[in-house]
């Protein structure tokens, strides 16, 4: 693989402006050999400001999740925040008010007996009727399993076509080894993604009480 150092930047041109991917073929010489080859043309193509810093670190973002295993990036056993299936509606929102996440895993007895997924969202219509004898297996969703193994380029492509946004990791016994979410997988592709609840102390409320029959919900 080879560039081409005769890529013109004259601003002279009377044709229409080529997008970056045309403009990135023309300091191509004949095919990539391989993803090494690949990541150089992009390392060329920033360099000459083909394409902007932003755009090369997600370029190089989508080649290293392909090289990447789910064990890669999970959050660990032993960080994750659960709720036990056995909390009533009040003890949960005011875990996930401490807590500050929008899914949970639910857990009977531990953290390998998964009942399945909370949303923060789907405690809001609870809350305002203030149905506080519902039970959270009423509420909760499946929990999605994948292996450690697993690729994690096909796992976001899972997330994209099921529509879900947290898996759960099993090892090769399978025994619970730690979770997964969309926002991990893209935050390798785009850099950290910030929402309006998110701060430096990592205390965001997901429900917040705004008057008596009014709540925010982070979704």
Not at 82 to 100: Q, V
Request: hydrophobic share 35%; net charge negative.
């Amino acid at each position: 693989m080879s560039s081409d150092d005769s890529y013109p930047h004259s601003k002279n041109s009377h044709h229409k402006p080529e997008n970056w991917i045309n403009r990135i073929g023309h300091i191509i010489k004949g095919d990539p050999a391989d993803k090494e080859d690949l990541a150089e043309i992009i390392t060329d193509a920033g360099e000459r400001e083909i394409i902007d810093e932003d755009t090369e670190d997600m370029l190089k973002g989508v080649f290293e999740i392909s090289e990447l295993r789910v064990r890669d990036i999970m959050i660990p056993r032993s960080q994750m925040v659960t709720i036990s299936a056995e909390y009533s509606i009040d003890r949960a929102a005011a875990e996930i008010i401490n807590s500050g996440h929008s899914r949970y895993p639910v857990i009977h007895e531990d953290k390998d007996h998964i009942e399945g997924i909370l949303l923060a969202k789907d405690l809001l219509k609870f809350i305002v009727n203030k149905d506080t004898g519902a039970k959270l297996k009423d509420i909760i969703r499946p929990a999605v399993v994948v292996p450690e193994s697993k690729h994690v380029d096909r796992l976001l492509k899972e997330f994209q076509q099921c529509r879900y946004h947290m898996a759960i990791v099993v090892d090769e016994y399978g025994g619970v080894s730690g979770l997964v979410t969309i926002e991990d997988i893209l935050e390798l592709i785009v850099g950290e993604i910030e929402d309006e609840y998110d701060n430096n102390d990592d205390s965001q409320e997901q429900i917040i009480q705004v008057n008596e029959n009014t709540y925010h919900i982070a979704s």
